[in-house]
């Protein structure tokens, strides 16, 4: 009632002396209180509805990012995914150097991502045009990839694919979810510009996803093809540093000169066997001396090398 409901009716249950709690009796403040409570309940459906519609979009990518994943995590046409990133990749790239004939570029971008050397003549370049240029890529690069195959073996190749996509997906995918919060944040702002918050955040998010699928595609592809794993025999073995045994130690520490300490500085000699049972006196033994403690000078005190000044203006500087 204090949200929905008219001033009118707030003043007629006051001059009524109507308090929390009481029974609402009369029709007219009852239909008064239904309508209230409707507006109330359309309300919540409608942000209900509102967020709804903003977790159906986050709903639509996760349903693409999981079923990739899902077909990393079984293996389930790995390859084939991986081959088909490869072709996206070599066209954007040949679309992207063709025009201006820059045919080292192309070769270094494939040397720097895939590390598949590519030679190509300037005539055969022109020769063969843009398609023919995609097809000698993947010639080149598929060759690659089965040399790696050969070398690495079978089974070794379809674990690390895995793991690299695997990998990938859940680190790409765990910073989209960051950076898609952060735009659910802030894109209610955008309603000051006469836009719709909900329709400016599907053409964003739509980005930012086709985004992070290229991202996909080329850390995968960029992954594979570069990592070759090390068998377990050629990888070296650290041996633990070796700690000093105790006969090997020796205690030491810092003079106490200054400090107002006066030690015993005779030499005391090495302990023998002893033949005798007990605990006498061994002879020629010198006998240890107590440490003896200096007289502290006071700061005012006159100075104990008799120059007739205070301690601070002379020794005590």
Not at 244 to 272: C, K, T, V
Not at 290 to 310: H, I, L, T, Y
């Amino acid at each position: 009632m204090r949200l929905f409901g008219s001033d009118r009716i707030a003043g007629i249950m006051e001059r009524l002396g109507l308090k929390e709690g009481d029974v609402i009796q009369h029709p007219m403040i009852t239909r008064s209180v239904q309508r209230a409570q409707r507006k109330v309940e359309e309300n919540n459906f409608a942000i209900r509805k509102r967020l709804l519609e903003y977790d159906n979009v986050m709903n639509q990518q996760r349903e693409v990012v999981y079923s990739r994943r899902r077909h990393a995590l079984l293996g389930e046409k790995l390859r084939e995914d991986i081959f088909e990133m490869l072709r996206d990749f070599v066209e954007k790239i040949v679309e992207k150097h063709y025009d201006q004939g820059e045919i080292e570029q192309l070769k270094e971008v494939l040397r720097t991502n895939l590390l598949v050397d590519f030679v190509i003549t300037p005539e055969q370049w022109q020769k063969v045009g843009k398609d023919g240029v995609v097809n000698e890529v993947l010639k080149a690069a598929e060759g690659f990839y089965k040399r790696k195959e050969d070398r690495i073996g079978t089974d070794n190749l379809s674990t690390l694919e895995k793991m690299v996509a695997l990998q990938v997906i859940d680190e790409k995918w765990k910073d989209h979810l960051r950076e898609m919060d952060d735009l659910k944040e802030g894109i209610h702002l955008r309603a000051y510009g006469q836009k719709d918050p909900l329709i400016e955040y599907k053409g964003e998010a739509f980005k930012m996803f086709i985004e992070l699928l290229d991202i996909l595609s080329a850390e995968t592809l960029n992954l594979v093809f570069k990592l070759f794993p090390t068998p377990a025999q050629e990888i070296p073995i650290r041996r633990p540093s070796r700690v000093p045994r105790p006969q090997e130690m020796r205690l030491s520490h810092d003079s106490a000169l200054g400090m107002g300490f006066q030690g015993n500085h005779e030499p005391i000699p090495s302990e023998g066997v002893s033949g005798q049972q007990g605990g006498g006196a061994q002879p020629g033994r010198a006998k240890p001396q107590p440490v003896r403690v200096a007289e502290k000078v006071g700061r005012n005190d006159p100075c104990p090398c008799g120059s007739g000044k205070k301690y601070k203006q002379c020794h005590g500087r």
